[in-house]
C-alpha cells in the first residue's frame, strides 16, 4: 500500500509570503504528525492530530504556524509571513493510535522548504 | 533542555564490525524508545523499538539495550554494512508524555567497505 506522502517536495518562496504544505497519511491511520528538521539538527515536534480530538499544538513554534487536518485524512500545514529561520525540512508522519499504546510513526519524505 | 540526546554527530566503522550507537534521554515518563534511519532526501525509516519493560529487543543485525537507571539506550548493528550507512535518530515517546516523538540530533554513520 501507499505510504505517507507531501507535497510540494521542494518550496522556495520570498520572506513575507504564505506558504502551504500537504500531508496524506496512510490509509487507516488515525494519527497524524507534522516535525521540521532544520539545518544541521534534529527532528522538532510541531503539532499532532489524533482521530478527531483537539490537535496538540503545543510544539508550534508560533502563530504564524497553523495546521488543519479535514475529513480525519489529508493534512495542511501554513505558515504565513515567512521568515528565514522557517527554513527546513517539513516532515509529516502518520500512525496507528488506538487507546494508550504507543505506535511507530511512518514519516512521509518531507517538504524542503526555503525562505529567501 | 534537550530530553534526548545523541553525543556523538558521527561514527565511522569498518564493513563487518560493530557499530554502536548511543542515546541518553532525562525526561523519566518516556516509556517507548524507537530508532529510527534516515537517508538523504527521504523521511526517516523506523528501525526497532524497544519498551521500558524490557532491557533488550534484537532484530537480525539490530539489537536495541535500554538501562533505565542510566536513562540510557543504544543501537549494536552487527555486523556492520556499507548500506548502512545513514543518519541515525533515537527517540521516545510515552503514553503520559503525549505520543507524540522527542527526537534525539542524530548520528551519522559511515561504514568503510
Known amino acids: 500500500g501507499a505510504g505517507v506522502s507531501q507535497s510540494p517536495s521542494n518550496k522556495v518562496t520570498e520572506k513575507g509570503k504564505d506558504v502551504e504544505l500537504r500531508c496524506d497519511p496512510i490509509?487507516?491511520?488515525?494519527?497524524l504528525y507534522w516535525y521540521r528538521q532544520s539545518l544541521g539538527q534534529g527532528l522538532e515536534f510541531l503539532i499532532y492530530?489524533?482521530?478527531?480530538?483537539?490537535?496538540?499544538k503545543s510544539g508550534l513554534p508560533s502563530d504564524r504556524f497553523s495546521a488543519e487536518r479535514t475529513g480525519g485524512s489529508v493534512s495542511t500545514l501554513t505558515i504565513q509571513r515567512t521568515q528565514q529561520e522557517d527554513s527546513a525540512v517539513y516532515l509529516c508522519?502518520?500512525?496507528?493510535?488506538?487507546?494508550?499504546?504507543?505506535?511507530?510513526?511512518?514519516f512521509g519524505p518531507g517538504t524542503r522548504l526555503t525562505v529567501t | 533542555d534537550q530530553q534526548v540526546k545523541q553525543n556523538s554527530p558521527s561514527l565511522s566503522v569498518q564493513e563487518g564490525r560493530i557499530s554502536i550507537l548511543n542515546c541518553d534521554y532525562t525526561?523519566?515518563?518516556?516509556?517507548?524508545f524507537l530508532w529510527y534511519k534516515k537517508y538523504p532526501a527521504e523521511g526517516p525509516t523506523f528501525l526497532i523499538s524497544?519498551?521500558?519493560?524490557?532491557d533488550k529487543n534484537e532484530d537480525g543485525r539490530f539489537t536495541v539495550f535500554l538501562n533505565k537507571s542510566a536513562k540510557h539506550l543504544s543501537l549494536h548493528i552487527v555486523p556492520s554494512q556499507p548500506g548502512d550507512s545513514a543518519v541515525y535518530f533515537c527517540?521516545?515517546?510515552?503514553?503520559?508524555?503525549?505520543?507524540?516523538?522527542?527526537f534525539g540530533g542524530g548520528t551519522r554513520l559511515m561504514v568503510k567497505p
Open positions: 490509509s487507516g491511520h488515525t494519527a
Open positions: 508522519a502518520s500512525s496507528l493510535d488506538v487507546g494508550t499504546a504507543v505506535y511507530e510513526q511512518y
Open positions: 527517540a521516545a515517546s510515552g503514553t503520559n508524555a503525549g505520543n507524540m516523538l522527542t
Open positions: 492530530f489524533q482521530g478527531n480530538s483537539a490537535p496538540d
Open positions: 524497544i519498551s521500558s519493560i524490557k
Open positions: 525526561n523519566s515518563m518516556f516509556d517507548y
